[in-house]
């Protein structure tokens, strides 16, 4: 019997994660692989880049970019930049170092100013697929239970995300956690994160 297209119809979603802690195996890394997991658990294509391993340099504002929306750079943010357009989902990790992103985080964040001069100066879509609708969150900890503490992050994430035509789809962020792995320790966290991605990559079936 052939299936009706309502049954048939599916949507293979790409999310990619992004780890910006400098620490392997640390309270971001492993919810950023629960949430990619949970978003692969829902039949997501899922991509995670490492960028304390990647070669990034930090944006020179030398202007190169500003005629052409190409960064003058050649370094991994060259298909950092193709990746950041191209997919559906985002999932940017990264603890709080002095109220603020990682440095290896602000400095991937701080390079998409070529995509900025794509969007304000040159006015063309930064989507690959523009009539896409796509997704954005931010998974963060800190040490300190401070109020405010992810805030000033927050702000940051938000207008890059801005600037790449994505929307801000939410955060998942804890507080007072500080040693390595001590994630573990927190009674929903990780279950938080797995359901987070199978929700950041629920479409709805057309009527
Ligand atoms: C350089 C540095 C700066 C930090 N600054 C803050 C801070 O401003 N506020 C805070 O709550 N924790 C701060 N921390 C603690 C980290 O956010 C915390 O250890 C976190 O669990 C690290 O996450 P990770 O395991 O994913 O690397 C800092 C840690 C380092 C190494």
């Known amino acids: ?10 949507i293979k979603l790409k999310v990619l994660g992004i780890a910006g802690s400098p620490r392997r195996d640390g ?7 629960q949430v990619i997991a949970g978003a692969s658990s829902q039949g997501a294509e899922t991509k995670t880049v490492i960028l304390s391993e990647l070669n990034i340099s930090p944006c020179r504002h030398c202007d190169g970019c500003i005629k052409t929306g190409k960064c003058v750079i050649d370094d991994d943010m060259q298909w950092i930049h193709a ?15 002095f109220m603020g992103v990682t440095a290896q985080t602000k400095a991937m964040i701080d390079r998409c100013q070529a995509l900025w001069v794509i969007k304000y100066v040159l006015k063309l879509p930064v989507a690959i697929n523009p009539g896409k609708e796509r997704k954005g969150i ?3 900890v800190g040490g ?4 405010n503490l992810f805030q000033p992050a927050m702000a940051t994430v938000k207008s890059w995300l ?8 939410g955060e998942l962020v ?19 994160a797995f359901a987070l991605g199978q929700k950041l990559v629920a479409v709805n079936k057309p009527e």
């Open 27 to 33: 309270n971001t890394d492993h919810l950023l692989k």
């Open 1 to 10: 019997m052939s299936k009706s297209p309502e049954a048939s119809f599916s």
């Open 83 to 97: 990746d950041l357009r191209e997919f559906d989902r985002i999932v940017l990790a990264s603890p709080i170092f």
């Open 174 to 192: 804890f507080s007072g956690i500080d040693e390595s792995e001590s994630i573990h320790l927190h009674s929903t966290a990780l279950k938080d």
């Open 138 to 140: 931010f998974i963060s």
């Open 162 to 169: 801005t600037t790449l035509d994505i929307s801000y789809a």
């Open 144 to 147: 300190t239970r401070l109020t």
